[in-house]
């Protein structure tokens, strides 16, 4: 099994991202440059969180025109795993990869914290070492996390079971306290909070072990 | 002399000046030679009237590497590494455009220490503001915050302490003092000596645009309302280029390309050109044709001038030109040779095959004005006496009042709107305790990082004020179990033309020295700003204190939050109920007289040393140490961290009741620790001279101060996180 880890210019989370993968996993990590237009062979492409070109235009608009991601969004059109965090969920919804949209937080502020996030829907490949309803202390930290989508897409969204997770004390004003988003063959997760920070008890939580560890039940 | 008086006064020179600077140069100065003395002879580049003074502060230890005159300190942390760490104000900036001015200090400090081949693992920021009722506060205090944001959440890296207080006397003036760490290979750390005649000179980064031309000598002034006006001298921060920066550069220094790096900041190209010349002693000929640049029409005055943002110049080593434009282009960042470096000890700048400027080097950098200011040293103050006053009213009352002070009141809205988290290595988050605990990536070590200082205990008697501030730092390291190694200041003070001023200046100088070398503590960089005062009001005298501990193991490290109920809780240090200077006095009851709390540097050290021991001992559950607010805010803030309640026993013996809870006495911690050690920790304490004695329990879900009435934890929740919450919401 093995893992890329793509880094745009404004990537901050790409070497966390990898460790996390490399600690709970034990796979080897390719780390890609966005330039690049093909990807190595792997099982698991992750986006990381940052601030890709700043985010000066929308978050995550111009990283999903990078050269890799036509590589990334033909990854999983044929079926590959990929998961975005903060930014990289930013960047699968601009790449048409997950539905719905990020726009700046209800409070229009950057806000980080442990939020209390519950499993919605354990029945996939980055939720399976969870129960239902199992409640996670993850971090966020974003300025742009407030989940939007139209109510035919939330209609959709809650009838095919992609919401993963949903937040309990909603930070950022998400749509139906949505935390993170599945695609309709639940390959693709997209998740504004950090699992990847939540993986030992020094770092505060180690909740953030069950979406890569899922990921070892399913591909191995 | 053909310069007009007017055109002198503009650059901050006078007529002696103009004459030393015509002895050097045995001819009158050209425009940009003017301009270029200006910032170079500026208070900010020059420290022209600190400098005679910070000579007394302690820079050396045998894990010092690299004291102050780099870009950064810089201190062995074991296995092969060093930290890199050092502090700056933004505080002119801040004022008058608080997001830019404090985005683009935050920005600077950074360039300090990766410039230096360390990756930056943390931010902290010291922040005074005006008093919360006047006008100008609620919008300084959500710029500033919001620029510190934005800047560091972008580059990544976690924004992790820090401090934030109100006064009156910064109405006018406040402080935006940002601290930047990093971590770099010990045998991989860069310094800024321009070396190698013929090697090529590049200039690295954003282009250079007409941005902050004579913002040192701005910073070098005092201030008045119209200065307000100045907004175009303020830069504008881009901190995607900066994320570039230090990704290209990291990448550049894994080769051996680089010979010299020295980051643009203040004073921009002329500062940067000057300092690597000056301390490789070597010249420097640039073309300043080969500069990129933002727009059309600079003139070379304006080019060296600029202090456009996130600009690098370096030397690299000749014929490998090549490899370094191929890592900056990768990271689509400008990069041009714009000169030579050359065995002259002149620097000699080009503009359109004509020479503009011809100037010797080591003057300039070197033989800037030194100025011994006349000073007047403050008055001691006479203590209190030592009981309490009359009519105070209840502790649990007083104590409810304290923790909705602006100073003590939880400063949760701020480091919520930082990134503190982001590199996944923070051990101790912000408010978990005295100070924040990063590790090192990889390892089991952390770093301790806190920023400290007491300005009204500064103002009422420098001496004490000085040494008190680097004590408190050292106790806040201490108290998480770090070892602590070293520390940067940012020396913050009024107009030091004024007699009075300097002889704050001097006073606090010399108590930090005598703190230093008495808890072996020396600082390795620095930064002091002068002139901040407005039609003639001074700011409290604020030598921010950034200091660094060593965490051996991050298992072994401590907070604020005990665990469980039924621990029982120690205090350590000797407490008279010092309460001149105290917040209570001060603030609630409404005094500014007395003497603030004395620093016994013997006791500091002896207490401190003993609770490190305790810790590594693995004897302490959570600890704290005793500071504004006294033992009655400690106990309530570890409450607060724990959700779980206390009861306090005030000893009989105590005469005054309040004056015992909430006085600022020096040199103590409070501990929590396992009811089984209680009597071994005591008796530790106690064989090493240690005054101490069990003073309660946990438990609970109140606070219980002696014979007070018990104060509900929901309540002083209330209390101190509801203040600055409501305050921003205009409340």
Request: glycine letters at 12%; a negative charge; charged letters at 20%.
């Amino acid at each position: 099994m093995r893992a890329a880890v793509i880094t745009f210019p404004g990537s901050n989370c790409d070497r966390d991202l990898a460790v996390a993968i490399e600690t709970v996993l034990d796979w080897p990590v390719d780390r890609v440059w966005h330039g690049e237009t093909a990807l190595p062979g792997v099982d698991l492409v992750a986006i990381p969180g940052g601030f890709s070109y700043g985010d000066y235009l929308r978050s995550g608009a111009i990283a999903s025109r990078s050269p890799i991601m036509a590589a990334v969004i033909r990854h999983a059109r044929a079926g590959g795993y990929v998961l975005g965090i903060c930014n990289g969920f930013q960047v699968l919804t601009e790449a048409g990869l997950l539905p719905g949209a990020l726009i700046r937080n209800a409070s229009l502020k950057f806000v980080c914290r442990h939020v209390a996030v519950r499993v919605e829907n354990p029945a996939t490949a980055f939720t399976a070492a969870f129960a239902p309803g199992d409640v996670l202390s993850l971090p966020v930290a974003h300025h742009d996390g407030n989940y939007v989508i139209d109510a035919d897409g939330l209609a959709r969204l809650e009838g095919e079971r992609q919401v993963a997770f949903r937040y309990l004390d909603n930070p950022n004003g998400s749509t139906a306290d949505i935390a993170g988003v599945l695609s309709a063959d639940r390959r693709v997760l997209g998740m504004m909070p950090h699992p990847e920070r939540a993986i030992e008890p020094a770092l505060g939580s180690s909740d953030g072990r069950g979406v890569f560890g899922s990921l070892l039940a399913e591909l191995s | 002399m053909a310069i007009a008086a007017d055109v002198l006064a503009k650059h901050g020179l006078n007529a002696a000046d103009l004459e030393q600077i015509a002895a050097i140069l045995g001819r009158e100065p050209t425009l940009v030679e003017l301009g270029i003395f200006s910032v170079m002879w500026s208070e900010h580049c020059s420290y022209k009237s600190s400098k005679i003074h910070l000579g007394k502060l302690p820079t050396a230890a045998p894990w010092v590497v690299q004291g102050p005159g780099e870009n950064a300190g810089v201190i062995d942390i074991g296995e092969g590494k060093v930290c890199v760490f050092k502090m700056e104000s933004h505080n002119h900036p801040s004022f008058i455009e608080p997001y830019q001015g404090a985005a683009t200090g935050v920005g600077g400090i950074l360039r300090d220490v990766f410039t230096m081949g360390a990756r930056p693992v943390a931010l902290l920021n010291a922040l005074r503001f005006g008093e919360p009722a006047h006008p100008k506060t609620r919008h300084l205090v959500e710029g500033v915050v919001a620029g510190i944001g934005g800047y560091g959440n972008c580059v990544g890296v976690p924004t992790v302490g820090g401090e934030c207080t109100f006064h009156r006397a910064y109405n006018g003036n406040i402080l935006v003092n940002a601290m930047a760490v990093g971590i770099a290979e010990a045998d991989k750390v860069f310094y800024a000596k321009a070396r190698g005649i013929g090697n090529p000179v590049l200039y690295v980064g954003a282009k250079t645009g007409r941005d902050g031309i004579h913002g040192a000598t701005m910073a070098s002034a005092e201030f008045s309302e119209a200065k307000e006006a100045e907004r175009p001298t303020v830069q504008v921060g881009d901190p995607f280029t900066e994320k570039l920066l230090i990704e290209a550069c990291l990448e550049l220094m894994a080769s051996d390309v680089i010979v010299a790096i020295q980051d643009m900041g203040a004073a921009g190209l002329t500062s940067s050109s000057f300092e690597m010349a000056s301390s490789g002693g070597a010249g420097i000929e640039m073309v300043l044709d080969a500069v990129p640049m933002r727009e059309t029409g600079m003139t070379p005055y304006e080019i060296m001038l600029s202090e456009s943002q996130e600009r690098m110049l370096m030397v690299v080593e000749a014929g490998r030109e090549a490899e370094a434009m191929a890592v900056f282009a990768k990271w689509e960042l400008d990069c041009a040779v714009v000169g030579r470096v050359t065995d002259t000890g002149r620097m000699v700048l080009k503009w359109r095959d004509e020479v503009v400027a011809d100037v010797p080097v080591a003057p300039v950098a070197g033989a800037s004005p030194v100025l011994d200011r006349p000073y007047v040293k403050t008055p001691s103050p006479v203590p209190l006496p030592n009981a309490d006053p009359q009519n105070m009213g209840s502790a649990d009352r007083l104590l409810l009042e304290m923790m909705g002070l602006p100073d003590i009141a939880s400063k949760r809205w701020i480091f919520e709107q930082y990134d503190h988290m982001v590199m996944a290595d923070t051990v101790l988050l912000p408010g978990a305790g005295d100070a924040a605990v990063v590790r090192v990536h990889g390892s089991r070590r952390g770093l301790a990082l806190t920023t400290d200082c007491t300005p009204r205990y500064c103002e009422a008697d420098p001496y004490q004020g000085g040494m008190q501030a680097v004590a408190e730092a050292w106790r806040n390291l201490t108290a998480v179990g770090a070892r602590p190694l070293a520390i940067t200041n940012c020396l913050n003070f009024g107009n030091p033309e004024r007699p009075r001023i300097m002889g704050q200046l001097v006073g606090c100088i010399e108590g930090m020295a005598a703190a230093c070398k008495a808890l072996d503590f020396p600082v390795v960089s620095g930064n002091v700003s002068l002139y901040n005062e407005t039609d003639g009001r001074a700011i409290l005298p604020t030598p921010n204190v950034g200091g660094v501990g060593l965490v051996a193991d991050i298992d072994r490290l401590v907070g604020l939050r005990f665990a469980t109920a039924g621990m029982a809780l120690v205090l350590v240090g000797e407490g008279q109920g010092w309460l001149g200077g105290s917040l209570l006095w001060q603030q609630v009851l409404g005094r500014d007289d007395g003497a603030p709390p004395p620093v016994r540097l013997a006791d500091e050290r002896r207490n401190g040393d003993a609770v490190r021991g305790l810790i590594e001992a693995g004897l302490v559950e959570a600890c704290h140490d005793l500071a504004d607010g006294g033992l009655a805010v400690a106990v309530a803030e570890m409450c607060l961290a724990s959700g779980i309640g206390a009861v306090v026993t005030v000893p009989s013996e105590a005469p005054a009741v309040i004056a015992w809870l909430f006085g600022e006495d020096q040199a103590r911690y409070l501990l929590a620790v396992e009811p089984g050690s209680e009597r071994d920790v005591l008796r530790r304490l106690a064989q090493g001279g240690v005054v101490a004695r069990a003073i309660g329990r946990t438990g609970g879900d109140s606070l219980t101060l002696g014979a007070a009435p018990a104060i509900s934890l929901d309540r002083l929740r209330q209390r101190a996180e509801g203040w600055l919450p409501s305050y921003m919401a205009g409340a």
